[in-house]
């Protein structure tokens, strides 16, 4: 028998009542992300299932410690599935769970034409630090009642309560799919996908690493084998296109297991997150990948902090210090007073003795 709401209720209360911190946790598959957790574990792997389904109406509502690969495997017997990709981390209680998916806010390659997991939250109920039950947003696409807080929860790391349920937006599996190669320099890979983006192809991922941009293309058949024929390229037989978009998703690619060897020699991992029309940062040294066409880009590098912050803000954008044994640098962007101060209130209203996740997205929250 799963863990009942009531429990998580009460160890809410007595952590409040003692202002105890709580480590907010599923499987542990995030726990390198954002800054180190601290608190006492309240475990929610087993706060898990699937509390309804409407393949129909294209909504899943779905338990916080679900994992993430239970929910697809029951959406790809309808032939749906999350299109926002989200990454599926291992960590010590096995793959990622739905309310650490949220909390996080990651997204996968398809985000940039399918947009990212918080468009895809419709809505979340929440335990906050007084032990009330919350409910935000709706289960039908197009609800909007509450709809910003839910988008809130996404990427909030667990610091303003305990995700318990999530409404998610689902979408039907692509009917046809195909990936092209391309031999380009960096430079050049960005004016092209910046040319292809204004045009009407059904692009779906892209991905630039080490000299070669390859596409994925998805849609209608049609519409699929006309793109084909208009972009060229060289086309990659999807037993060999499949198996590396599932490690470009759930990191474990060739680039992100050479990042994983650089970080054991104190190099670090970055997220950059930019306009899709940024230039070429070459002069970064180290190595680099380009998803979403252009607007995520990934160095593995071992430059100062403040050298990649500042050439991300140079061009419009931010860096999340995404992998490091040292993140003294702050894992993410630091914040302007305004915003911090916006984030404070927000951290008050939900969680007024701070006992969620503190420090888990700043320090000081």
Do not use: C
Request: proline share 5%; charged share 20%.
């Amino acid at each position: 028998m799963g863990m009942q709401l009531e429990e998580i209720q009460a160890q809410v209360h007595a952590a409040s009542a003692s202002a105890t911190p709580l480590q907010l946790r599923g499987h542990g598959s995030k726990a390198f992300y954002g800054e180190a957790p601290r608190g006492v574990v309240l475990d929610l792997s087993e706060f898990s299932g699937i509390s309804s389904y409407e393949p129909s109406e294209l909504v899943v509502t779905v338990k916080a410690g679900t994992p993430i690969t239970e929910l697809e495997q029951m959406l790809a017997e309808r032939q749906q599935h999350l299109a926002f990709e989200p990454p599926r981390f291992k960590g010590p209680g096995g793959q990622g769970t739905v309310g650490g998916m949220v909390a996080t806010g990651l997204s996968g390659p398809a985000r940039a034409s399918m947009g990212a997991l918080r468009e895809h939250v419709l809505g979340v109920t929440l335990l906050n630090g007084r032990a009330e039950v919350l409910s935000f947003g709706g289960t039908v696409m197009k609800n909007v009642a509450g709809y910003d807080i839910s988008r809130l929860i996404a990427g909030s790391m667990g610091i303003l309560g305990v995700i318990l349920e999530v409404s998610l937006k689902v979408l039907p599996r692509p009917v046809a799919q195909a990936t092209l190669r391309f031999e380009l320099g960096q430079e050049q890979a960005l004016q092209q996908l910046n040319r292809w983006g204004g045009q009407a192809l059904p692009l779906n991922a892209s991905a630039w690493w080490d000299g070669a941009l390859l596409l994925r293309l998805a849609g209608a058949q049609a519409a699929v084998d006309a793109a084909t024929r208009t972009l060229g390229g060289e086309p990659i037989d999807t037993a060999l296109a499949e198996p590396f978009w599932q490690g470009l998703r759930d990191h474990h690619d060739e680039f992100f297991q050479g990042a994983e060897r650089a970080l054991e020699h104190g190099a670090k991992l970055w997220r950059l997150s930019l306009p899709q029309t940024a230039p070429a940062l070459t002069h970064l040294h180290g190595e680099q990948l380009i998803e979403w066409g252009g607007a995520q880009r990934w160095v593995t590098t071992a430059l100062p902090g403040r050298q990649i912050r500042e050439a991300a803000a140079q061009v419009g954008g931010h860096a999340t210090l995404f992998r490091a044994a040292d993140k003294s640098a702050g894992a993410f962007a630091p914040l302007s007073a305004p915003i911090k101060q916006l984030h404070q209130r927000l951290k008050k209203s939900f969680d007024p003795q701070g006992i969620f996740n503190p420090g888990r997205l700043y320090g000081d929250l």
